[in-house]
């Protein structure tokens, strides 16, 4: 279990004081709602007129967030999208942190720093929409655990971590959503100007994959080793041999959330 969203001792600058990108408007819930389910039951009500509602729980345990995404491609491809948010959010993550901290990937949701669970990313998007259809809205949401101050002893959860057990600013959560929502929209600039390979590739590069195996993800944002590589984050022709790791079915259930909590397992 994740402490009660009162029980951290740190203190934040109201969530309304926000300063995001222009095309981002920030709406803010109490501690109680999260940001995720909010932000698809605004997109389910508002449809493409949700766009750029950026959701945040006003709590100081977690950062909870979430921004709705209208997409101009079917639901296969579309889901990408995800990828894009946790480079954003890894970005900025690693702009606040102590420097030279390694910062990776567990596939495909969870934010891994200095080797233990700091929070992950999550997707939703309309339940009816099949595969081939543009769907209406996507939310990307993310969540990181600011303190474990209420969950006792931090050496009986050795895996995970928090950002005040990491050295980060004590007054870092609107920071780093600002830094999460300027990353966001650059990351889908760059998507929409130069394709999706570049974003690829740096996703690839904080994701664990066996030395020596050419490495990709393909147009649906699944990870695909070995085989023969020639789009984003290739290596050297390797076999015919593939293996392939899913993103749609995985992306169902986050690796990093507690079903009882519905927050980052501790």
């Known amino acids: ?28 819930v109490p ?13 389910r009500r508002e449809g493409a007129e949700a766009a750029g509602i950026l959701v945040l729980a006003e709590r100081s345990d ?13 639901l296969a491809s579309a889901r990408r999208a995800f990828l ?12 606040h942190g102590p420097p030279e901290m390694p910062l990776t990937f ?26 081939e259809v543009v769907p209406d809205w996507l939310v990307f949401s993310a969540m990181l655990i600011l303190s474990k101050a209420g969950a006792g002893d931090p050496g009986l959860t050795p895996g995970s971590t928090a950002l005040d057990e990491e050295g980060f600013p004590p007054d870092s959560r609107n920071a780093l959503v600002e830094s999460f929502a300027r990353n966001l ?3 889908f600039s760059l998507w929409e100007e130069d394709g999706f390979s570049g974003i690829a590739a740096r ?17 649906t944002g699944d990870v695909i080793l070995g085989g023969e590589t020639g789009g984003a984050g290739a290596g050297k022709a390797g076999t015919a041999e593939t293996e392939c790791w899913p993103l749609a079915s995985l992306l169902r259930a986050p690796g990093w959330q507690d079903p009882a909590t519905g927050t980052i397992r501790l």
């Not at 009660?4 to 095309?23: E, G, H, M, Q």
């Not at 954003?88 to 690693?94: P, Q, T």
């Not at 567990?106 to 595969?131: H, N, Y």
Request: charged residues 20%; aromatic residues 6%; glycine residues 8%.
């Open 62 to 74: 977690v950062l909870d967030v979430a921004v709705v995404l209208v997409p101009e491609e079917p």
């Open 106 to 131: 567990g596939w495909p949701d969870v934010l891994i720093f200095d080797g233990a669970r700091l929070g992950g990313g999550r997707l939703g998007w309309p339940e009816a929409c099949s595969e």
């Open 203 to 219: 996703y690839l590069s904080h994701l664990p994959t066996p030395a020596g195996m050419p490495v990709r993800i393909d147009r």
């Open 31 to 43: 501690a109680s709602r999260h940001a995720f389910a909010e932000a698809c039951a605004i997109a």
């Open 185 to 187: 929209i650059r990351t």
């Open 84 to 95: 894009a948010g946790m480079m954003a959010l890894a970005d900025a993550v690693g702009a």
């Open 1 to 28: 279990m994740i402490a009660s969203p009162t029980a951290s001792p740190l203190k934040f600058r109201p969530a309304t004081d926000l300063v995001l990108p222009p095309s981002l408007t920030a709406r803010v």
